[in-house]
């Protein structure tokens, strides 16, 4: 990543709910091809992050450029052209119960496409195909398995081949060769699609192998404390509960 | 932006050559999938498929679903695919798209049942509806007498909490109904009876009207639209959840935990709406009468008095006890036989009120019946 090229800069953001403070004052910037991972403890914030990152959670200050598009500056239409470069996969997959997997893919491209009936149906398959649930298309989400939501909910988050995917908790739930196939696609889109790419995570494995880029949320001084490359974080970052949190608590002895 | 175009080219030795040029973009125009399949089902088939992309432009899904589809046709009808034409890209996509091979049996088909075989599925289907109420209607049954042993897991907080919303919190719909129930009934009613200078039987038209019949009905059909439905809804979605797996899992009775309290609740409230909305109605009838008769508050209140009878109020309220059984019933069963979907749960709303309001009407019509020939 020589020529990197800022894809996302979230710029003095504060997040609240009315008067609780979730986060303050964070500065990242995603570069367009990177993985980044967005991690911290439990109940930190990172789903609130993201849900300020795709528009559905207004942040108190600052804002989030897209290219250097402000986007809560934008103005509504502006802001929902932006949004359509976005794909989002939900912790629980969040289908529509009433659709089959088919037409939850589809629904984005019927809208946003000329393509045909059968377009349509051939590129939800392939999505499905890529996510490892071929033949799966006329299926409806409460005739499948858990992990299974979660892979179609990716599929759907592909739909229309987004520039940007957020991720919240994408291998929570799926067992490790599942979660593995997902690491893999996720670094496949990046390379051949060129999508930049923004997980919610606290899996040690997936953000070793997949992240090269993150920003280290912490509960108790409610901001960020690191960005950077995960595995140089882990190896040298001076705060030790950082390199705590991704060494699994093993460096707690070494900081004492 | 150049348009997508696919044109195939047979070489002699039965190779074909599909020739992608242009940009293939889901948000351009695509050629249609059945031209780009043609060539593979022309006489006598292609040996194998190459590709030529020297002329291809930027590209996404949108060429990605055309390739897997064409692999698919391909495999199906035995021909080899030399994907060595196609980018990078497109290959490494393509090899993690057909990673996991579809499971078998895993496909639907779809095709259409013949018309004895739907009438034949509906049948059996209402069938085992029929036994499913059945069913229910004995659970609730046990479920009571195991509530009168005590031996029922349920909250107290729960009962209260139903008797609130079922009560106190319905009262004001309640009032705005019954009352401009009774002012229409005494529009009627003074209409009609001052033809004969008997204005003053108003008071009996609307009292009787209201405390026997329109009340009991009137309560019954607003509970089943405010209550009954929230009943199916908040079961429905709590059975979505699995909410209702975790209660068996503990040993805790769904029924007696989460049907039997909002029975009761529904079965204690409804007489008490019923005899408010009666009052109510009278009320409104009052108005209407003591401003288009000449007659004064005394003797009007005097002829409400005169008309009603105890057994007319102690008809109107079984009416409402039984009323209300139904409703909570026909609430929670639709609730318990939710599917899994956020559909689901709107289609037992749905049901619920629709079977609610069937069963007022019915059982209304049965037990004035009864009552009549009861002499009542």
Known sequence: ?256 | MTSAACSAERGEDGALTLVLSGDWLLTGSLPAIETILAPLATAPPPLRIGFDTARLGEWDTGLMAPLVALYRQAEAAGIAVDDAGLPDGARRLLQMAFTVREREGARRETRKPHFLERVGVQSLEALSGGRTLLTFTGDVVLSFGRLMRGKATYLRSDVMQYVQEAGAEALPITSLITFLIGMIFAFVGVMQLEQFGVGIYTADLVAIAMVREMSPIMTAILMAGRTGAAYAAQIGTMKVNEEIDALTTLGFNPVDFLVTPRVIALVLMLPMLSLYGSLMGILGGMGVGLIMLDISLVQYVQQTIDAVDMYHLWGGLLKSIVFGALVAMAGCQQGMACGGSALAVGQATTRAVVTSIVLIVVSASVLTIIYINLGI
């Open chain 1, 1 to 256: 990543m020589a020529d990197a090229e800022p894809h996302i800069s979230v710029r003095d953001l504060t997040i609240a709910f009315g008067d609780y403070l979730v986060q303050k004052d964070l500065n990242f910037t995603v570069n367009r091809g990177d993985v980044f991972i967005i991690m911290g403890g439990s109940g930190c914030g990172k789903s609130t992050l993201l849900k300020a990152m795709i528009g559905l959670k207004q942040p108190a200050t600052g804002d989030i450029f897209y290219s250097e598009e402000p986007f809560w500056g934008s103005d509504d239409p502006q802001r929902e052209r932006m949004k359509r470069r976005f794909g989002t996969l939900f912790q629980a997959g969040a289908l529509w119960s009433g659709m089959t997997l088919a037409e939850n893919i589809g629904l984005a491209l019927r809208q946003y496409t000329d393509l045909s009936a059968r377009q349509i149906r051939e590129v939800a398959a392939y999505k499905l195909m890529l996510v490892g649930l071929a033949g799966f298309e006329d299926y409806y989400p409460n005739e499948i398995s858990g992990g299974m939501k979660k892979r179609a909910g990716l599929a759907r988050a592909m739909a229309l081949d987004p520039e940007i995917l957020f991720f919240d908790e994408p291998s929570a739930g799926l067992d490790p060769i599942t979660a593995k196939r997902l690491d893999d696609l996720i670094l496949e889109l990046r390379d051949t699609l060129d999508t930049t790419v923004v997980v919610v995570t606290h899996e040690l494995a997936s953000i070793f192998a997949i992240g090269n880029n993150c920003v280290f949320l912490d509960p108790e001084t409610k901001t960020q404390l690191a960005t950077g490359n995960p595995r140089q974080l882990r190896d040298s970052h001076p705060n030790p509960e950082v390199r705590n949190f991704l060494l699994r608590g093993e460096a707690e002895t070494d900081s004492a």
